[in-house]
Each structure stands twice: as C-alpha cells, then as structure tokens.
C-alpha cells in the first residue's frame, strides 16, 4: 500500500509541475492528475466506483466506503491515545462534535476495557 500511495503522490507532484499555474492545490490525496481539473478532487462516486471494483477483485468486503475507512481511521487514533484536538486537525474538523460522535464511542469502549481490567487485576490480588 505504501509503494502505491508512494507512486500516485509521484504522479501528483508531476501533475503539480506540468499545470503550476492552475494546479489546485489543497493538499487533497485523491486529487485529478489529468489536464481537465488538476489538483481538484475526484468525484467521490469515482471513488466508491474504483474501491467496490478492487475490493471485489481482493475478496474483501463489499460494505466497505472510502467514509467507513475515515471512521475506522478516527476510531484508531483514538484508541491509541490521540487527543481529540489532534484528531479534529488531522481529518480537517472545525466543529468539535463531528469528531467527538467517533471519538467519544471509542473512548466509551476504551473506559469499558480499563474497568473490565481493573476488575480482573482486583480478582487476581
């Protein structure tokens, strides 16, 4: 995954030299490399396209959204401890409870876990 995120981010920054003076740069990942609108981002329905027909050729599950691997993005973070602040700025949230409906239900299994081991820690005394 990262070779292929390496090349792509190549052919971005080729895209960015060839149209300097259009190029569109809002430092998107999934950005147009053509000469219709670069630097632009793609249409998410490109996207959802592309993804349902690579996940079908990885036998992987068809439910899968580029949105479900931001949440799933979001749930790690917080649940190895990013702070809520450093999370907003990561995925470009200006209103804390966008963030916080991922973030807090993590937090909630995280405080959930930590009772459960507290519990057994107490038990093995």
Known sequence: MINEL???????KQTMMKHRYIYHDEDF???CIDDELPGHPLYIKKVENRMRRLLKIAELNPELTPHSL????TSLLAQAGVSLPQIMERLGHKDEDTTKNVYLHVTKEMKKEAS???KELMENL
């Open 6 to 12: 390496s090349r792509h981010k190549l052919a971005q």
């Open 29 to 31: 990942v999934f950005a």
């Open 70 to 73: 931001r949440h799933t993005h």
């Open 116 to 118: 459960q081991k507290f």
